[in-house]
């Protein structure tokens, strides 16, 4: 099964994974910026997410094996790889299982160790709308809003809302897969996986995913990185600055 994509662009492939209950479109916007200057951007929506396919076998192994499948597919080789979050997680494993498909890898507020599991607001909010009731998006938020307070976040999540048929919303996410393996989104990239081509690793300076305390275990398992902070962001950095995060991913690749 191949993952499904949005391909903009053309030139040199430039592969991009979002987060948890993430989908490639959310990066359309930086996508073109990139395919400006000669990038073939591919969004991809990892499994379970997105337009992909649905499965409930969940873990960084079998994403790093998908997109291995998809660079297959679509003879993809010296690819530069941007993920965020578990995307990164999902890119830092594959570069560093396969280093003669990247050419280089960016990583987006994410570090390789082990994180605990902070969703469970989130996947129980989303588990608790009931689309026999929910007819439109406002009343999905609405409903949602009871478990997450913050509105850039229920706006984020609620990208995965779809009209199923006429009148009937649902969800493009896997949910009760993500549910059930929920615990595999915070493991750590095994001891001994390392990558020693050029690495960007970028974190917001509000967020607090990679702490000064992270720097060593990065350069352990990716010797030739650098760590780059981007002012006024949180952990959906290029979202929140997208103008400093494309400078900062621009002046890396060229």
């Known amino acids: 099964m191949t993952l499904h994509s949005n391909i903009i662009g053309e030139g040199k492939p430039f592969i991009i994974l979002h987060g948890f209950l993430g989908m490639g479109d959310n990066w359309k916007t930086l996508a073109r910026q990139f395919s400006e200057s ?3 951007v591919h969004l991809v929506d990892q499994r379970n ?4 396919f649905h499965s409930d076998d969940f873990d960084y192994e079998l994403l790093a094996e998908d997109l291995k499948a998809y660079c297959q597919t679509n003879n993809l080789e010296d690819i530069v790889l941007l993920g965020h979050s578990m995307g990164g997680k999902t890119a830092m494993l594959f570069a ?6 990247v050419n280089k890898l960016i990583v987006a507020d994410i570090s390789p160790r082990y994180y605990p599991v902070h969703h469970d607001a989130i996947l129980e909010g989303l588990s608790q709308l009931d689309f026999s009731e929910i007819k439109t998006r406002g009343a999905a938020d609405k409903a949602l809003s009871n478990y ?3 509105t850039g976040t229920r706006m984020f999540l609620l990208k995965n809302l779809y009209w199923v048929e006429k009148g009937q919303l649902g969800l493009r996410i896997n949910l009760k897969s993500l549910k059930e393996n929920v615990s595999e989104v915070g493991e750590a990239l095994p001891v001994h996986a390392t990558f020693n081509k050029d690495t960007l690793f970028l974190r917001g300076d509000r967020s607090e995913y990679i702490a000064q305390a992270d720097e060593a275990v990065i350069h352990r398992h990716f010797p030739n990185a650098k760590i780059i902070t981007i002012s006024n962001a949180g952990h959906w950095l290029h ?3 997208p103008k400093d995060f494309y400078a900062a991913v621009m002046n890396f690749v060229s």
């Open 38 to 40: 000669n990038f073939e």
């Open 96 to 101: 560093a299982k396969y280093p003669e498909l």
């Open 239 to 241: 979202a929140e600055n």
């Open 49 to 52: 997410h997105g337009r992909s």
């Open 148 to 150: 997450v307070t913050d």
